[in-house]
């Protein structure tokens, strides 16, 4: 989920990506985009506990590296001959939230594209953003404050740091706002002198202190206007730009002094105007990152209907549900944001970071949702669907790009026939934590199908995945390959023994393979699927040890909260102690499950 980048001078995508005009065009990324994309690029600019070396608990889930891969399979022909370019003039779209910021033009065309400018950065469509700030431009060139829109947008952002290919249409529009700022009101002179400060003419700059430098001038404008909500989000967003996805202390739960005025602000305006997309959209990343993202439920509520046709914003809820165990409302709310973003690149042909980063993030929560809700029809569309937009070429070189794609073999290891997952080609050898996943789900489905033997296989040649020489770079970027290997090969190792009637080893390897879990850093989507004390609970509740299966159950939901799996297998434990609790945790099952049918305890 990267930015990108607008060059006043030509024809140039957000994050450095030369478009032609529409009749011409071809989805294929230009390097400086992959190289946006790559997580090298953000670690490169972080230092400390941000970036590589800080605690990835929460770290930031690029979907990324699609881009190259698919045009290679993409035709000139295929494209509707309707589609934007980015020198087109956009239409004034509805639903894309209520953001209205009293600019000083008194042009209704500028003021129109102004306010969709600020709605499609509050909602981190950065590129659409871009073209509609420089509509507004075009309808009034003495727009001092639209030129600033327009280098807002080309700056820094949570999710992607700043293109070199974008420093220079950047510096141009912040100076050509400073040089109309004599005609603009007091605020937005505040506003363009403070981002002023965030930028330089050299492509080469170290970009931290700019952006420490914008925060500090921001923070300045905000002690100025305290009650300007668009201030104060603007503020606020700043001062996250300074350490991206790192807000709290290794507690997680109390910020980092320098993210508490930023999250109070936020607060503030939330509490006078509950509907501000922008505040809402910051607020779930401020929380989700913490142990109590419930705190930005009754706002995450709100902000699908507050911005229907803005697909990011319809997806955002989904952070705070999926921390919070309300996985069939991230699941409905995804396939909206899906249909939403489908509908908008039809239409327009966007950035490749929204083409291939945000839109694919959906698919890739939709299938997560839907695993963990027992949808099974879900979890099979859209498996095929993410197997369809993430080619084995799309993760070549980019790390964070492997767990979306093996997300695809968990589930047909959680879903799938047996013989679906032995028919999945293997992926190339460059590619171990794939090839580990794919390997996993043949295990699985070894066991099922009664070939022990070639389930032994499987778990002994995920161990040896350790060893593949593309691991320590996973692991530089934070992917946790051999953890996940680990576990792997435990599940397998556990599940053979319990098909052995080795029930004692078989407790031990999947205690042991719990543990394993929890070594694992938090992403989300999660890199494991499952919580494996549910795997342990069904062997516990076939051998009759009910009160024991219901322990593991309960800490399955404690790692995975409300999960229909976890939840399922607590009730039948507890209908088998006889525990009246039973029909609780059964209407919490109803409520949590999309699925008409129980699932089957040997996919536990």
Known sequence: MKLSHVSVLALTVAAGLSLTLARDYTPTPSQDALALLDPAAVGKTLCGKQGMNRSIFFRPDFRIGLAQAQAEEASPAATPAHWQAYDDRPPLWPGLGNAEFAISSNNETARAYFNQGLR????????????????????????????????????????????????????????????????ATPLEQALIAALAARYSPDPKADRAPLNKAYAEAMTKVYQRYPDNDDVAAL??????????????ERDFATPHPHMVPAIAAVEAVLARNPTHIGAIHLYIHLTEASTTPERAEPHADKLAGLAPNAGHLVHMPGHTYFRTGRYVEALNLNIQAVAVDEAYLNEVQGSDVYRYGYYPHNVHFVLTSAQMAGDSATVRAYTKKLDALVPFAAAEGVPLAHPVKASVYYALAQYGAPQDALAMPEPPATLPYIVAAWRYARGIAYLEMGNKTAAAAEAVAIRALKDAPQVPGLEEYGIPASKV??????????RLAAANGKTAEAIALLTQAAEAQSAIPYTEPPYWYYPVEQTLGALLLQVGRNAEAADAFSKALIRHPNNAWSLYGLMKAQEAAGDPAAPVTAALYAKATTAKTAPPIERF
């Not at 952002?157 to 005609?183: D, R, T, Y």
């Not at 606020?236 to 790192?246: G, I, L, R, Y």
Request: charged share 15%; with cysteine; proline share 3%.
């Open 120 to 183: 499609l950065a509050y909602g981190f469509n950065h590129w659409e953003a871009a073209r509609a700030f420089r509509a507004a431009q075009e309808a009034d060139r003495a727009c001092a404050i639209c030129y600033w829109g327009e280098a807002l947008v080309l700056g820094h952002n949570i999710n992607a740091p700043m293109a070199e290919s974008s420093v220079e249409p950047a510096f141009a529009a912040i100076a050509k706002a400073q040089v109309l700022a004599a005609g």
């Open 235 to 248: 503020y606020a967003e700043a001062v996250m730009d300074t350490s991206p996805w790192d807000y709290y």
């Open 485 to 494: 290997f680990n576990l792997a090969a435990l599940l397998i190792d556990g």
